[in-house]
């Protein structure tokens, strides 16, 4: 498991989902929890940890809508909402693995 989370780092940074630009607050705990806050209200919390095997895992969860999908819609199936947001849960756990291996985490 990750040691304690005694870092802390700030950033804030432009998005694009779908067709709309979006602003996003970003704490990072070091080396386990990520909270994204948009301007649009969303927010999402990434957490990593351990498996018993010792693979590494990301959980994510949403809360107040989830990003590009309009708020006066039904939310999508759980298959449908991992093939919207898949590629860029990907595209975290590799850099997160490139992390581990280069000794970050």
């Keep these: 498991m ?4 005694s870092q802390l780092w700030q950033l804030v940074r432009e998005v694009v989902v779908g067709s709309e630009v ?3 607050t970003i704490e ?15 927010r999402i919390t990434n957490l990593l940890s351990h498996g018993p095997g010792g693979e590494l895992l990301l ?4 809360a107040n ?16 909402l991992n093939t919207q947001v898949g ?3 990907e595209k975290t756990i ?3 693995r ?3 291996v280069d000794g970050k985490l």
Excluded: W
């Design 59 to 62: 959980s994510y969860c949403f």
């Design 94 to 96: 590799g850099i997160i």
């Design 2 to 5: 990750f040691g304690a989370c």
């Design 28 to 42: 990072l705990h070091a080396a386990a929890i990520a909270y994204y806050e948009m301007n649009t209200g969303v």
């Design 98 to 100: 490139q992390m581990v």
């Design 22 to 24: 979006m602003t996003e």
């Design 65 to 80: 809508g989830i990003p590009g999908v309009s708020a006066d819609k039904p939310k999508p199936a759980t298959r449908e």
């Design 87 to 89: 590629k860029a849960v």
